[in-house]
């Protein structure tokens, strides 16, 4: 995954971080991208920590991430039924 900030990542870190957890647990079968991890903070599940060395880049905690990607991955999982 490369160099990560384990303390804060900017959406695209974010993404690829959760993603690789996502891809894990669904085998391969969903994907998390940085405009989810941008969709997450705009309707309040995960608040940014900062801004990166760019100054534009919003940063989030790993920890409010994996959270998050939980969250959600229990959630989709309440809607999914075994015919």
């Known amino acids: ?3 990560l900030d384990i303390d804060h990542l900017i959406a695209a870190q974010a993404a690829q971080y959760a993603d ?3 891809q894990f647990v669904s085998a391969g079968a969903a994907h998390i991208t940085p405009a989810t991890i941008r969709s997450w903070a705009h309707r309040g599940h995960l608040t940014a920590t900062g801004l990166a060395a760019d100054d534009r880049s919003r940063t989030y905690r790993l920890a409010d991430v994996a959270r998050d990607e939980l969250r959600t991955r ?3 999982l309440r809607h ?3 015919l």
């Open 1 to 3: 995954m490369g160099d």
């Open 20 to 22: 690789c957890a996502r």
């Open 74 to 76: 229990a959630r989709a």
């Open 80 to 82: 999914v039924s075994i």
